[in-house]
């Protein structure tokens, strides 16, 4: 199980980190990905980062605006969002799955999903 938590509201510029929990699995055994949905939008990805960490890939979006880590220890991925703009605003997802290690962009590559987690970011 996945649970994602920290969306909210931001202003154009600001910062925001989400979380994503895992319970009841082997957290280091799973690739994680972040992905996002505005309205009226297919989901769309966002970050991807491999079992250790050591390997992440970003959406051209995002480059060098987000940044994706996880703590295996703590069982927990994250996306920190830096320098938001209006057009990065949606319901953000985690993602897990224990294919191999290499960078997925895809959800239907994703065998597990969070519940999801609002950003908002006001202009």
């Known amino acids: 199980q996945l649970q994602a938590s920290g969306g909210g509201l931001v202003q154009t510029g600001g910062s925001l980190r989400l979380s994503c929990a895992a319970s009841g699995r082997t957290f280091s055994s799973y690739c994680m990905g972040w992905f996002r949905q505005a309205p009226g939008k297919e989901r769309e990805f966002v970050a991807f980062?491999?079992?250790?960490?050591?390997?992440?890939y970003y959406a051209d979006s995002v480059k060098g605006r987000v940044f994706i880590s996880r703590d295996n220890a703590k069982g927990t991925a994250y996306l920190q969002m830096n320098s938001l703009k209006p057009e990065d605003a949606a319901v953000y997802y985690c993602?897990?799955?224990?294919?191999?290690?290499?960078?997925?962009?895809?959800?239907?590559?994703?065998?597990?999903w969070g519940q999801g987690t609002q950003v908002t970011v006001s202009s």
């Open positions: 980062i491999s079992r250790s960490g050591g390997r992440t």
């Open positions: 993602a897990a799955d224990r294919g191999i290690d290499v960078p997925r962009t895809t959800a239907t590559e994703y065998d597990y």
